[in-house]
């Protein structure tokens, strides 16, 4: 079945540091893939999507492009603030999964200043 | 901006009672979804429901787990009789057209 994997955390950077969180999928489709945050005590917030291959989906600084030859969709940022600091969720739908949300485990970021 | 709305944000039960969760999803609509976490976990699909009915649930969706949509607003998931393992935080989820779901705040169970 569908699947995502993220990279375990937590992930400690200082203010201003560039971001990288890996994410790989396996499907049988066409997924769209999204990062999802959490920030503590909140609920899950859309932070950026791609529904084809090669797109780029950004958002508030944070990039992440749908790369279908190595299944990934890496979320990235330039320069990471105190603000980000937070659980950030990869997942994927698609068809195959009746578009429910398949989820990785998350990764905890968390910003030092 | 429309949002998905939850109550009660948290909820403390003692096991084996029932207890109600409830969701405004967007208005416009169509697909509604409930998903759990427990503490320190991934977020795990548990029903989808579409046009009155439910259109896929998982493993974890058992006979102790219902939903339904009572009125033309409302989307409650109902556990009958709670247990330990029940407690997690429980989001809803509402999309139109197969598109992003977008997600409420969540509800804190606590079973004791």
């Known amino acids: 079945g569908d699947s995502v994997t993220q990279m375990e955390g937590p992930v400690t950077l200082s203010e201003e540091a560039f971001l990288t969180i890996n994410c790989t999928y396996t499907a049988t489709g066409y997924p769209s893939l999204f990062w999802y945050v959490q920030y503590p005590g909140e609920g899950l917030q859309l932070l950026l999507k791609?529904?084809?291959a090669d797109d780029k989906g950004s958002n508030k600084g944070f990039e992440a492009t749908y790369r279908k030859e190595t299944t990934s969709f890496h979320l990235e940022k330039g320069s990471v603030q105190v603000s980000d600091s937070a659980v950030y969720f990869c997942?994927?739908?698609?068809?195959?999964?009746?578009?429910?949300?398949?989820w990785g485990a998350g990764t905890k970021l968390i910003i030092k200043p | 901006e429309p949002e998905v709305t939850q109550t009660p944000s948290h909820q403390v039960t003692q096991m084996g009672q029932e207890v109600i969760l409830r969701c405004v999803p967007i208005s416009n609509h169509l697909y509604f979804y409930w998903y759990r976490q427990i503490l320190g976990q991934k977020v795990e699909f548990l029903v989808s429901?579409?046009?009155?009915?439910?259109?896929?649930k998982s493993e974890i969706f058992d006979d102790q787990f219902s939903v339904e949509r009572p009125d033309g607003s409302n989307f409650t998931l109902k556990i009958r009789s709670t247990k330990l393992e029940d407690s997690a935080m429980y989001f809803c989820?509402?999309?139109?057209?197969?598109?992003?779901?977008?997600f409420g705040p969540g509800t804190r169970l606590l079973v004791l």
């Open positions: 429901f579409y046009n009155n009915e439910i259109s896929e």
């Open positions: 791609a529904t084809k």
């Open positions: 997942a994927l739908s698609d068809r195959g999964s009746n578009y429910q949300l398949i």
């Open positions: 989820a509402s999309n139109s057209q197969k598109e992003t779901q977008y």
